[in-house]
């Protein structure tokens, strides 16, 4: 009877282990490490394309005349420090939420990517604009626009944001 009883609770271990929500939480924190891994590395990688002068007039410069602005990364624009911070946020909260299993740590993570894509959507927005804050940070010359490490960042954030939910939605608080 020892024998059958140990395997019955081995039976029930195993089908508590890999009900739906554990799945679900599963696949919510590989979406936030994998969106984490993405909006690090988009951080690092180019925001802007290089900068194409429109037509100068024929006048005479004092020294020489202006360059198209380079390539600039989220790092060197200085949105990317806080893209890189906010990606940490997620791993972590992906990481605790694995191995925790409470839905503080989802929560967590959501912050990361609210402020990852607001970042991202408000660099996007803001390349056009001479005026706007991430343009005068780069110090913009030319006409430039969204490169590859910028939509990198916005896709992570988006997917950092299903995942946490998703992380969210599978941790239901077990009342005490």
Same mark, same amino acid.
């Not at 891994?37 to 290089?50: Q, Y």
């Not at 420090?81 to 990481?95: D, E, F, K, Q, S």
């Given at each position: 009877?020892?024998?059958?009883?140990?395997?019955?609770?081995?039976?029930?271990?195993? %089908?508590?282990?890999?009900? +739906?929500?554990?799945?679900? %939480?599963?696949?919510?924190?590989?979406?936030?490490?994998?969106?984490? #891994?993405?909006?690090?590395?988009?951080?690092?990688? &180019?925001? +802007?394309?290089?900068?194409?002068?429109?037509?100068?007039?024929?006048?005479?410069?004092?020294?020489?005349?202006?360059?198209?602005?380079?390539?600039?990364?989220?790092?060197?624009?200085?949105?990317?420090?806080?893209? !890189?911070?906010?990606? !940490?946020?997620?791993?972590?909260?992906?990481?605790?939420?694995?191995?925790?299993? %409470?839905?503080?740590? #989802?929560?967590?993570?959501?912050?990361?990517?609210?402020?990852?894509?607001?970042?991202?959507?408000?660099?996007?927005?803001? $390349?056009?604009?001479? &005026?706007?804050?991430?343009?005068?940070?780069?110090?913009? $010359?030319?006409?430039?626009?969204?490169?590859?490490?910028?939509? /990198?960042?916005?896709?992570?954030?988006?997917?950092?944001? /299903?995942?946490?939910?998703?992380? !969210?939605?599978?941790?239901?608080? /077990?009342?005490?």
């Amino acid at each position: 009877m020892g024998c059958i009883g140990v395997g019955y609770r081995f039976v029930m271990a195993e %089908r508590v282990r890999g009900d +739906t929500f554990d799945r679900a %939480r599963l696949v919510a924190v590989v979406m936030m490490v994998v969106a984490s #891994a993405a909006a690090f590395a988009g951080a690092l990688m &180019n925001w +802007t394309t290089r900068g194409v002068l429109p037509p100068l007039p024929d006048t005479t410069f004092e020294g020489e005349p202006p360059q198209p602005t380079e390539p600039i990364t989220g790092v060197e624009a200085g949105d990317g420090n806080i893209i !890189i911070v906010a990606a !940490i946020l997620m791993l972590i909260g992906a990481t605790l939420l694995g191995v925790r299993r %409470r839905s503080a740590w #989802a929560w967590l993570s959501f912050l990361g990517s609210v402020v990852a894509g607001g970042i991202a959507i408000a660099a996007w927005r803001g $390349i056009d604009d001479i &005026n706007s804050g991430f343009s005068q940070r780069a110090d913009v $010359i030319g006409d430039i626009d969204p490169a590859a490490g910028l939509v /990198v960042v916005a896709v992570a954030a988006f997917t950092g944001l /299903v995942g946490s939910i998703l992380g !969210i939605v599978a941790t239901p608080e /077990v009342e005490a």
